[in-house]
C-alpha cells in the first residue's frame, strides 16, 4: 500500500463508496425501499464502470513496477470512466425510477463516490514524481 500516491488512495476511497451504494436503498416509494439492482438502467452501467476503471488504476499502481506505460494509461481510461460515472450519479440524484418519492443514502454514497474516482483519476495523471519508476537507461548506440 505504499507503493499508492494521493490520486491512487482517492480513487480507492471513491471506489469503496460505489460499492458500498451498490448495497444500500437508493429510493424509496410507497411500496418500500429501492437499490440500484431494482431500479438498473445506463446510469447504473455507468457506475459498474466507473468502479472498474477505478479499481484498475489501484491495480496497476501496485502491480507495475518497471514501466509507467500501464497505470498513466489507465489513468486516462478512468478519468473518462469516471466522468461518465460521475453524469450518471447526477442523473441518479434527480431521477425518481419507480414512482420514488425519496432519494436516500445509496445515490449520495455513488455521487460522492464517483466524484472521488474522477478526482483521484485526474490527480494520478497530474502527479509526475519521477521517484516512483526507475529512470530509463537505452543501451548506447554503437559507433560507426
Known sequence: MSRLRLGELTVLAGAGLLIASLFVRNYQNAAGDLSIWETFGPAAALLLAAICGGLMVVVSALTERDSAALPVSSAVWSVLLGLLGFVAALIRVFERPD??????????????????????????????????????????????
Open 99 to 144: 414512482h420514488a418519492t425519496m432519494a436516500c443514502i445509496g445515490v449520495w454514497l455513488a455521487l460522492a463516490g464517483a466524484a472521488l474516482v474522477l478526482l483521484g483519476s485526474w490527480w494520478t495523471l497530474r502527479d509526475e514524481r519521477p521517484s516512483r519508476y526507475r529512470p530509463a537507461r537505452p543501451a548506447p548506440r554503437p559507433h560507426p
